[in-house]
């Protein structure tokens, strides 16, 4: 089987992405930046061959899907399995608020407790991997030969570089998730192959805003 190129996007910036409030699955929409940074990607990727396009169903990421849909011409997919790890109770909350209120789960939380689930339905380290690979593996296979692009959430994003580089899930972060970089993998029945990681070079130039001439 051929393989399959992905182009994997984290969504444009949100209000909470500011404040630092944890979003998880609850569905926050983009700023200002936010829908800037979609425009750039789009135009980042204008002359890309795209097969398909993928997003997480959250309003964030399908958002930032829209603009690199129009430009390609292919309609935006949405899937539930490339939602933002569930955060259960902590949703909507910073993590401060969070140390405050229940300081033994925040200290699992930073210590990456692979099996550790915030509480009241929250997933842990190791369901989002798993959801993450199969949800993936699963798109990537129906496009051998093809590129495609997936856009998604910082945690999604997390566990696809912890797949393609084989590290575990409570291995330290060395690497960045910038809202709108764009991020490059190969698919194969093998797994998956780190290509390109955290390109911003297309949010080099500052947003417009009403002072610009």
Known sequence: MEATRIIAVRHGETE???????????DIGLNETGRWQAQ???EALATEPISAIYSSDLSRAHATAEPIAEAAGV???????????????????????IHQAWPEHAQNWRKRIPDWTPPEGGESLLQLRARV??????LAARHPGEQIVVVAHGGVLDALYRVATGQE???????????GAINRLLWTPQGLTLIGWSDTNHL???????TST
Do not use: Y
């Open 16 to 26: 909470w992405n500011v404040d630092a409030r944890i979003q998880g699955q609850l």
């Open 40 to 42: 750039r990607v789009r």
């Open 75 to 97: 309609p935006v997919t949405p899937h539930q399995g490339l939602r933002e790890r569930s955060f259960g109770k902590f949703e909507g909350k910073t993590f401060d608020e």
């Open 133 to 138: 690979q199969r949800t993936v593996e699963e």
């Open 169 to 179: 899930v409570n291995s330290p972060r060395t690497w960045e998730l910038p809202n």
């Open 204 to 210: 080099d130039e500052p947003p417009a805003d009403e």
